[in-house]
């Protein structure tokens, strides 16, 4: 479930951005006189950070979830429940901690 929470809007805003960004193709590929298919590659590592980042609150969480142990046979937070206790602990940075490796993945896989 949380997985689905991460992926599927990972996947959305990344062809969304892409889409967006395509239109500057052949502006890029003239004006610094890139091959057409590395413009390409470029605007889709770009698409690829901006929706890792966007993402990286949801994949913090669902980290969090996976990872979590639960003390006297409690029952695993929901990720509402787990959101909330990072941002109360860590603050809004703690929702975006490892973002940079999160980019760096994906990156290279757009």
């Known amino acids: 479930k949380t997985m689905l929470m991460r992926d599927i809007p990972m996947s959305a805003l990344q062809l969304a951005f892409f889409e967006s ?13 890139m091959p057409h298919v590395c413009t390409m590659m470029f605007l889709g590592a770009v698409a690829g950070a901006a929706a890792s980042i966007l993402t990286a609150p949801c994949d913090t969480v669902n980290c969090r979830i996976m990872t979590y142990k639960k003390a006297g046979g409690g029952s695993m937070p929901s990720a509402w429940m787990m959101a909330q206790e990072i941002y109360d602990t860590e603050g809004i940075t703690g929702l975006f901690r490892g973002c940079m490796w999160r980019i760096l993945y994906f990156v290279p896989e757009c």
């Open 21 to 33: 960004l395509k239109p500057w193709a052949p502006m890029l590929t003239e004006q610094y006189g």
